[in-house]
Structures are given as structure tokens and as C-alpha cells.
């Protein structure tokens, strides 16, 4: 068996495929994560709170006999810092909540703890999940940013330091970081996994989402969010399905997009039609287009009235908060239902569309990763799509000339994420390794 200081974090699932074979410890695998934290956390900062090893390894001995039976067998997972945990703070990336402890955890922590997760720590976010940044680098290039909102989760999976982490998204904040920093991120379809415990930002727009090093570690973490998984069955969760067909959303349709992230989507496009898969273009710019503003408005309409707390204390919010907050308070609440009747129009057109295809297959972001100087990067590629409550997942493993990664997505029909997410599986596995 290896020392603990050869291993290299790896998988969820690949993890603890080892531990059933006898070949690796859930313990060594947990030092290993520890050993990325402790060389890389000062450049990255992925972390707002975290245990220490001794910490972690004390809680792990005190129930061992428990993770040893457990889907999760112990291992170290990660959770937004909007999201509540009773063992540690839950600060929403805002002085307004430094220092505030929950009183239960959030639902989808329960049920990780309940499998056998450990929560390793509190990932740092945006303020609110909006666009003030923290303190969190791509693990890629450390001067650009990872992202947000889910800015912490995705480098910390991108960086090795933990296997899963939990984020959320609103408009595009789980899928662009994990475009940005080269890793897998999903997006729940609207209403499919119990939001109970996170900060609310837009009602009508949050969804939660995931993040893993492969599609199985997605699909593993949602079947425990699901209460799926058991020590028995969690492997029967895991598969791949080909596609047969594929609607290609130009960037250009949505909004401004980088010529190397045109070029990535038709690379990608161009590699699925040599496996025999039927490409099909979407067309509807203006469509598209309307989907986009109508986020915007029920963003803004839904954030003014869930953070009326907060807007007690604007000398603590920053300034894109304030002007968010200050054009939901200003609209009329006629411009937000007629937005809200605009998207349900809109979302018979685009299921029908949907309904002739397997996936829509889409950037992810506009371009590589923004430096930091230069804010989070825009949220447009996602909001069509997050804005109709759709099924999301990045694919990478495309990049521009100097390495920095290019993220796509592949959109699915509401509620059919395992079927998604099996899509995924697929072309990450047969497809990007032609």
C-alpha cells in the first residue's frame, strides 16, 4: 500500500473504488487532500473556513465504524459559504453575516453527512452569490478568476483539494467557474434537489449545483442527494448513454463570445459528427436574446425583495449589489410578471425544439477566464437556459493557444438530468478522448 504522501487526490468514485479493493485507506486519501491544501491554499484560497487536518482526522476516528460502512466512506467534500452548516460559519461572502452560526444544516449537507461525507470546510462565494469577488484564484493561472459565484467549489475540485464540492447557481454560477478552471460542473433542473438551507437570492432562478473531477462523481453525489445511494447500489447509479442527435446554440445567439470559444464549439461540434452524431443549428436569435433580459428582470425583481435585510446596511453591500437592488426596487411589478409570461412562451418554443434532440450543446462562458482586476466574467451564456430552469453540465478539456480552458455545456429537458448527465459521461469518455 502507498504511503500517504505518494497519493494524488483523486475522483470520488476512483477514490473509492481503491478503498473497496484494499488498495488505498479512506485516511490516506484524506491526507492527501490535506497535503494539496497546505501546498496550494495560500496561492488559490479556495477555502473562507475550514477544519484542520487534526480536526477532520479526530471526527473521522470518532466514527469510523460508521464511514466504514458508509457510501461516502469519510471522505472530504466541500459547501458554499451560502449554504448553512451547523458546525461552522455561514457568512454569504458579506460582513453584514461574519461570524454566524446556523442552526441546522442545510438539507443537502444532511444528506451528504448521512452518507458518509465529511464537510472539510465553507468555499468562498461571491457577496450574496452575485459579483462581488472574494479572495479565491484559478487554480489554472492564479492572477484570473475562478468564477463566480461558486467560486471557492470549483477551484478547490479544479485544484485537487477535495473530490465534490456543492455551489449554486442563480445565472451562471456554477457552470462558468467550472469553465473557467477546467473542471465538471452541473446544474439541478429547477426544483429537483431541496434548495432548504441556502441563501435564497432569486426564487424563480436558484437551482443547486455540483462540481467533480468526473461525470460519475455527479452522478454519485446527486443519487445521495436524491436518497438514492446506499453502500450497496451507488455503483448501479453510474453510466453513459451515446447521443444520436445534437442542437449546436451559436454563442453569437446569446451574446458576445471570444473567436476561441467559437472555434472550441465547433471542434467539438466537428468531433461529434465523426461519431455519427446528427448536428442540428439553432437559429433564433431574437428568442434567445429575450431570454437573456428576461433574467435580468426577474433577477433583479426577486434579489431587492430577498435581501431587504441586508439592504438596511448599503455601506456594507458593494456597488454592483446596490445598483441591482436598486433597479429591482425601481421596476414595476407588471414588467416582472410580464417577463415571468415571456419565459413560459418562450419555453414551449425552445422544449419543442428540445424535444427533436438529445442535448443543446452551448458555450459555457463567453471566452477564457477574465483576470481578476476584471471582475467574475459575464453570466450571458447561462442565462437562457437557467432562466427556463433547465439541466445544465460543463464540458471541458478544450483550451485556447496558451492552455487556459474553454468550457462548453450541454443543456438538457427539465427533470431528464440523469439522462443529461449519462450524455456527458459519454462524450467526455469517448468523444474528447478521440
Known sequence: MDSDLTLQPQSLVSMLRSIAAGEQTAEQW???CFDRIEAREEAVGAWQHRLT????LTRYHAQQDFFTTSVLKGLPVGIKDIIDTKEMPTEMGSSIHQGRIPSDDATCVELIKKAGGMILGKTVTTEFAYFKAGKTGNPVDTERTPGGSSSGSAAAVADNMVPVSVGSQTAASVIRPAAYCGTIGYVASRGELSLRGGQPLAQSLDSLGLYGR?????????SVLLRQATPENWQSTLNASELKRVLVCDGSLVGDVSIDMQEALASLAEKLEKQG?????????????????CHEQIMAWEVCRNLAYESQFPEQLSEPLQALLANGLAMERSEYLNALRQVQELGGWLNQALAQVDVILTPAAPGIAPLKTDGTGSPHMSRPWQVLGLPTVTIPGLSDQAGLPLGL?????????????AHASWVLNTVMTK
Open 53 to 56: 487536518r487534526d480536526e477532520y
Open 277 to 293: 452524431v446528427a448536428i442540428e443549428r439553432l437559429g433564433q436569435t431574437e428568442q434567445v436574446r429575450q431570454l437573456v433580459r
Open 214 to 222: 468526473e461525470v460519475a462523481d455527479i452522478q454519485l453525489l446527486r
Open 30 to 32: 484524506i491526507n492527501a
Open 409 to 421: 455545456q450541454l443543456v438538457g429537458q427539465a427533470h431528464d438530468d440523469d439522462m443529461l448527465l
